[in-house]
């Protein structure tokens, strides 16, 4: 079970960084006129139960359930972290957000106040994609740094337009109204989040319910402008994050409410985005991947839905890291529901992969091409899903089997609950984590727990970007 061949490739990484710290050129084939164009659909806070191909009864997403019919239903993918910032550095970069300075115990976040953000020297997919010849958008919420120096511009995108934090941040507490209420009840001026274009402010506050339909426009207008060429496009929606917006073609469309009005909106978007390609001949050479940040808002009915998963959003129980992933790539994916394990960090080397283009081999990356488990054409190189909350490891998944170390309520209580021996659950026979079989399997949980000691040996410390202030 214990994988000593993968434990030995990421010391291997490890040990491969130059002496004097300088970082090889990412290297591509620019003259490949058939390379694929990329798109990363990411949506905020939507839970793994949130759309009808993953079983939600009252929410209508045809596009996103065509999508599915049409391309890859994955079952086993996740995040590299239950919270925003440190999610989508991991999406960006392929490594855990805590090799990468953007994970931190004390403020799980970046926020409006914050002075860090993504450090320059890290490779997204729009650096490594952009050495190749491609064009690069970033549409919507970047939340990696606000200040120039970390914004898209300077990590590989041409072109920015959205906002650069979370669309609950900059809070206008009129009148004396407290969070909840104006998350609950809430108003455009309630919020003074600024709409960007490159490094310029265009609108503050940003309107947000008319925003995912900009957005889409964008998106579109960039496919319009691209189609002759290689492109990486970058739609990271708002929403469904709170406060719940949505435009006036939506509002009571749903049977679940306003939540649902607002997925029923991104799902709309998709399908605008899925047109688009096919108007311009560009779908057969066009990877399309939708997929979430983590796992939905669990205080009301403002907040999605995990389905038959535990926990959510913030957590490291399934809820919280466990996503819908959608892969959608006519004539070229096998249609059909894919439980081999992937990650939103496995997106970076298999993008690199199908573009021709070679990472530099002087750092430790976490995801892995996962192009042969997509074409049907080999195994899947992965087996093991680190759970990490701020920079400690909660839990690990190795194969069928997950072990916590750590557990803690998702917000609120600071009180960390340790176990020894740790809590172990089969997810393919128990996804929903409810029958603890630790005592059934010492051995197994011995072998996590060399996993987790192996792996900790490839961490070093970084400089943490979270807590500059």
Not at 234 to 249: E, G, I, Q, W
Not at 343 to 370: E, H, K, Q, W
């Amino acid at each position: 079970m214990l994988n000593t061949k993968k434990i030995l490739l990421v010391i291997t990484g490890l040990l491969s960084i130059g002496a004097a710290g300088q970082q090889n050129p990412v290297s591509s084939d620019k003259t490949n006129p058939s390379k694929p164009n990329f798109i990363i659909i990411f949506a905020d806070d939507m839970g793994y139960g949130d759309i009808g191909v993953y079983g939600h009864p009252t929410i209508k997403t045809p596009n996103l359930d065509r999508m599915a019919y049409k391309g890859q239903k994955w079952t086993n993918f996740y995040v590299a972290a239950p919270a925003c910032t440190p999610s989508r550095a991991g999406l960006m970069t392929g490594r855990l957000p805590v090799r990468t300075g953007m994970s931190s115990g004390k403020r799980r976040v970046l926020f409006p106040d914050s002075k860090g953000g993504l450090p320059d020297k890290e490779i997204t997919i729009a650096s490594a994609l952009k050495e190749a010849g491609y064009s690069t958008a970033c549409i919507g919420k970047w939340h990696l740094g606000h200040l120039p120096q970390f914004l898209p511009s300077a990590h590989g995108f041409d072109y920015y337009y959205g906002i650069p934090y979370s669309n609950d941040m900059d809070r206008n507490r009129i009148g004396g109204r407290d969070d909840l209420e104006i998350i609950l009840n809430p108003k455009i001026d309630y919020f003074n989040v600024p709409l960007m274009r490159n490094s310029e402010i265009i609108e503050r506050p940003a309107d947000q319910t008319t925003i995912t339909k900009r957005y889409t426009q964008e998106a579109i207008k960039f496919i319009n402008q691209n189609k002759n060429k290689p492109f990486f496009l970058y739609l990271a929606n708002s929403k469904p994050h709170v406060p719940l917006f949505r435009s006036n073609d939506f509002v009571d469309k749903s049977l679940r409410g306003v939540y649902g009005d607002v997925i029923q909106e991104i799902d709309w978007s998709v399908g605008e985005i899925l047109s688009a390609l096919k108007r311009n001949n560009l779908d057969d050479n066009t990877l399309v991947v939708f997929t979430s940040d983590n796992g939905p808002w669990l205080f009301n009915e403002h907040g999605g839905s995990a389905g038959l998963l535990r926990g959510g959003k913030g957590g490291t129980y399934e809820g919280g890291m466990r996503e819908p992933a959608i892969l959608w790539w006519p004539g070229k994916l096998k249609p059909g529901v894919v439980m081999d394990m992937s990650t939103t960090m496995d997106l970076l080397p298999t993008f690199c992969s199908l573009a021709n283009v070679t990472l530099p081999n002087d750092r430790i990356y976490d995801g892995y091409d996962i192009s042969t488990s997509m074409f049907g054409k080999g195994p899947n190189p992965r087996d093991i899903v680190y759970y990490y909350r701020g920079t400690d490891v909660f839990a690990i998944r190795e194969g069928a089997y997950k072990a916590h170390f750590v557990t803690q309520p998702e917000f609120g209580s600071k009180e960390k609950t340790f176990h020894n021996p740790p809590l172990l659950y089969n997810l393919n026979v128990d996804p929903s984590e409810k029958y603890n079989i630790a005592k059934k399997h010492p051995k197994v949980i011995n072998e996590i727990k060399q996993v987790l000691k192996e792996h900790l040996k490839t961490v070093v410390p970084v400089e943490n970007q979270l807590e500059k202030l």
